[in-house]
């Protein structure tokens, strides 16, 4: 059996399980969610910690990335019950590579969006 390379590396055929696995951590709210778990934290605090994501849309990424072994929930005794979420060593070992691409986002921000507004502006775009 040949060796996997970038030309028939299993990860670009349709039946490859992990596709499932990157199309739920390259999600815009994932990535956020695993940037913010640097301690554990309740619903509420990611919550606000996540500028624009609905109770729904939150509720729905932590349970992908609980059944993903990417985060753990424990529900909290106390007076007040409550449910914490804390990264796993699976979710932790992503956090380097998001920092990495992050920095990369934020250092390229300027030139990313010139580029949008020249693509935008030109009016005569091949359709494609």
Do not use: H
């Not at 990535?31 to 309740?42: C, D, G, I, N, T």
């Not at 986002?105 to 300027?110: A, C, F, L, M």
């Amino acid at each position: 059996m040949d060796e996997p390379t970038r030309e028939n590396d299993p990860i670009y055929r349709a039946d490859c399980p992990s596709r499932v696995i990157l199309d739920q951590i390259a999600d815009k709210w994932s990535m956020m969610v695993l940037a913010v778990l640097s301690e554990p934290q309740r619903f509420n605090a990611i919550k606000r910690r996540l500028d624009g994501v609905t109770q729904r849309v939150l509720t729905q990424t932590l349970r992908k990335l609980e059944r993903n072994g990417m985060v753990t929930r424990r529900v909290l005794d106390g007076r007040v019950l409550g449910v914490e979420y804390a990264l796993t060593p699976l979710g932790r070992s992503l956090q380097e590579p998001f920092s990495i691409l992050f920095d990369w986002t934020v250092e390229n921000i300027d030139a990313i969006q010139n580029c949008q507004r020249s693509y935008d502006a030109r009016e005569d775009r091949a359709a494609v």
